[in-house]
């Protein structure tokens, strides 16, 4: 007969670890189940907030500390205390007083004391069973082979399986109660070897599982290492990138300041040779003064007098000149006022910053009346008094034009004069190219009334000419036939100089000659070339399909338009007296097209850009702050 420990442990078992309940947890479907066997089920519901029963797949809801929190199944509990106090004894004695047990044998399920051990290793029968020493049963280390007991015979094995019913059960109850239709009874041994043989499956799929699964973590951690070294590649490159840019940086800072020395040696050269000049014509004016002043202590006779009266005439001439203009210098250090530092702020880009100067913007766009194929603006020149003078030529109309700043229209001059060329001298004087019965040089006072001066050209002048005035009154005259230039003093008569251009092949557009240098400044075609006062070429500008139309400002500098006719885009750059490129006023502005007429640049007194377009376009830039 079954003893009570026996009959209690069966239902003290977890159905999950088929071993005794450790700390035993109730579901609501009142099954209970060992708190880690739990824990272990709900690993595989953590989002849930309701536990499925292993056993029934009832809901349970979970509390918010987790299975842990689950209420405790205190009789199982105490059943639990109470079976670890009570010392197994003997099941094979037959005497009342039961012998503590030595031993269990596993596959008779009997529990024995030192004799019945011994008598149980003599039977040859039960000689192959699997006996272990209580001392490992206690402790843990080995666990029992449960033979369950039928609730309803406790006496009898539940040595059989009722598969509808998903229960253990004994043969009696097997034929009593298991036997009608959609019950199916096997033994409990094949059930077991079923059991067996799905677990063993099971346990190949999971140890395929695991392999899969190592090998996916072997493969994650092949990426992380991957990964590890692809992101220390990265931080190669930033701290190489950080380098370069640290160098990029420096290199930028150096080449800012050179740029900055550049702008001072620059202007403070142009402020020297001003100063150089007005020196000389001091030292210049002194000494011819005490020249004259020698002839008073002696009688002037013959040659002397002569000569006295050149030198009267050349201090004469010396004070004649106009008095130094302060606005020169004055918009030297305006040029250095406008230029700034501009810190970047630009994203994605490492230039420290920019040396800005004044920005240059449309000020005025003139639409031009009465012009068009066979009328437009042939000449254009800067005045004294600040305005702006082109020379129209037409069929029908012409005369000359003055111009404000601001683009309007102050004065019409010389109404019935075809002027092909102009140029004004520091007086107000102009000297204009002008087509009559034959083309010539012709010089008028500042209230344009025509002077009784001849020039001397020596060849019949073309509407290809062009005349220039330097600082000094010199007047240039391009001569198309004879490809020279002449120099003439404002007096006319004959060239005192001659400057041959062969070497262009090519007869220049325009002259424009620079006002202390002696340099010319001559548009031909794509280019623009600069020669020095000997004819030689200094310089070649070009950019490519573009025209050039150059332009002297007052401090010698020079500005460039490049008019891409064919596409209507016109861009101006400024190059320092040395030539040496400074910086773009205007990209690509857009003008209307043409294809037939030569183009017009020339710069205000007051420092205004004045651009014609022919045949009907006039425009006026000025500077904004940048």
């Known amino acids: 007969m079954a003893t009570f420990n026996e009959v209690i442990s069966q239902d003290l078992e977890c159905p999950i670890c088929l071993t005794l309940f450790n700390q035993p947890k109730e579901l609501a479907c009142s099954h209970t189940f060992c708190e880690d066997c739990l824990e272990y089920i709900f690993q595989d519901q953590p989002n849930q907030r309701t536990l499925k029963c292993p056993v029934c797949r009832r809901g349970t809801p979970l509390p918010s500390g987790g299975v842990g929190k689950l209420q405790t199944n205190e009789p199982v509990s105490s059943l639990l205390e109470a079976l670890k106090t009570e010392n197994p004894t003997c099941t094979v004695c037959e005497m009342d007083e039961k012998p503590p047990a030595v031993s269990h044998c596993q596959d008779c399920g009997k529990y024995m004391c030192k004799s019945c051990e011994k008598n149980h290793s003599t039977w040859e029968t039960l000689s192959n069973h699997e006996v272990v020493p209580m001392s490992e049963v206690l402790s843990g280390k080995v666990r029992l082979k449960r033979r369950r007991k039928c609730k309803k015979h406790p006496n009898d094995d539940e040595d059989c399986y009722c598969i509808g019913c998903r229960e253990y059960i004994c043969c009696k109850c097997g034929m009593l109660e298991h036997s009608q239709a959609g019950h199916q009874v096997e033994g409990a041994p094949i059930h077991a070897e079923h059991i067996l043989k799905n677990i063993k499956e099971l346990k190949e799929r999971v140890n395929s599982k695991k392999t899969t699964v190592e090998n996916h973590i072997k493969f994650i951690a092949t990426q992380r290492n991957e990964i590890a070294n692809i992101l220390e590649k990265v931080n190669d490159d930033i701290d190489k990138a950080y380098e370069e840019c640290i160098q990029l940086l420096s290199d930028r800072k150096e080449a800012l300041k050179g740029q900055v020395k550049r702008w001072s040696e620059k202007f403070e050269k142009e402020l020297y040779d001003m100063d150089e000049e007005h020196r000389r014509t001091i030292r210049h004016i002194t000494s011819t003064e005490e020249l004259v002043t020698n002839g008073m202590k002696a009688p002037l006779e013959n040659d002397a007098l002569f000569a006295h009266d050149t030198l009267r005439e050349n201090l004469t001439n010396l004070l004649?000149?106009?008095?130094?203009?302060?606005?020169?210098?004055?918009?030297?250090?305006?040029?250095?006022?406008?230029?700034?530092?501009t810190k970047h702020v630009k994203a994605n880009e490492l230039c420290l910053g920019e040396l800005?100067?004044?920005?240059?913007?449309?000020?005025?766009?003139?639409?031009?009346?009465?012009?068009?194929?066979?009328?437009?603006?042939?000449?254009?020149?800067?005045?004294?008094?600040?305005?702006?003078?082109?020379?129209?030529?037409?069929?029908?109309?012409?005369?000359?034009?003055?111009?404000?700043?601001?683009?309007?229209?102050?004065?019409?001059?010389m109404e019935h004069?075809?002027?092909?060329?102009?140029?004004?001298?520091?007086?107000?004087?102009?000297?204009?190219?002008?087509?009559?019965?034959i083309y010539k040089i012709s010089l008028y006072t500042p209230h344009w009334e025509k002077l009784d001066v001849t020039f001397?050209?020596?060849?019949?002048?073309?509407?290809?000419?062009?005349?220039?005035?330097?600082?000094?009154?010199?007047?240039?005259?391009?001569?198309?036939?004879?490809?020279?230039?002449?120099?003439?003093?404002?007096?006319?008569?004959?060239?005192?100089?001659?400057?041959?251009?062969?070497?262009?092949?090519?007869?220049?557009?325009?002259?424009?000659?620079?006002?202390?240098?002696?340099?010319?400044?001559?548009?031909?075609?794509?280019?623009?070339?600069?020669?020095?006062?000997?004819?030689?070429?200094?310089?070649?500008?070009r950019e490519n399909g573009r025209d050039g139309y150059p332009a002297v400002c007052r401090d010698d500098s020079v500005i460039i338009a490049w008019v891409d006719q064919g596409n209507g885009l016109v861009s101006i750059d400024r190059y320092a007296?040395?030539?040496?490129?400074?910086?773009?006023l205007i990209t690509d502005f857009k003008v209307p097209k043409s294809c037939r007429y030569v183009c017009l640049?020339?710069?205000?007194?007051?420092?205004?850009?004045?651009?014609?377009?022919?045949?009907?376009r006039f425009y006026i830039f000025d500077t904004v702050r940048a």
Not at 365 to 375: F, I, N, Q, Y
Not at 485 to 504: C, N, S
Not at 577 to 584: G, I, P, Q, T
């Open 356 to 413: 800005t100067d004044y920005k240059w913007e449309v000020k005025a766009d003139v639409k031009l009346t009465g012009v068009g194929p066979t009328c437009f603006m042939r000449c254009i020149a800067a005045t004294p008094n600040g305005k702006m003078a082109m020379g129209r030529m037409g069929s029908y109309e012409s005369g000359i034009y003055l111009y404000s700043p601001d683009g309007k229209l102050q004065q019409t001059v």
């Open 577 to 584: 007296r040395d030539l040496e490129y400074v910086h773009n």
């Open 601 to 616: 640049l020339q710069v205000f007194k007051s420092g205004e850009i004045a651009l014609y377009m022919p045949p009907q």
């Open 320 to 341: 004649g000149r106009n008095d130094p203009d302060d606005q020169i210098p004055r918009r030297v250090k305006e040029r250095a006022q406008r230029m700034s530092f």
């Open 456 to 541: 001397e050209t020596g060849s019949q002048l073309t509407a290809a000419d062009s005349v220039t005035v330097d600082g000094d009154d010199n007047i240039y005259v391009s001569c198309d036939i004879r490809q020279k230039i002449q120099v003439f003093t404002p007096r006319g008569g004959k060239a005192f100089r001659e400057i041959m251009y062969d070497k262009l092949h090519i007869s220049p557009m325009q002259i424009v000659s620079f006002l202390t240098t002696g340099n010319l400044i001559c548009g031909v075609l794509n280019r623009v070339i600069c020669l020095d006062g000997n004819g030689k070429i200094k310089k070649v500008f």
């Open 417 to 437: 004069v075809f002027a092909y060329s102009m140029a004004f001298l520091s007086d107000g004087r102009s000297v204009l190219g002008l087509r009559g019965k």
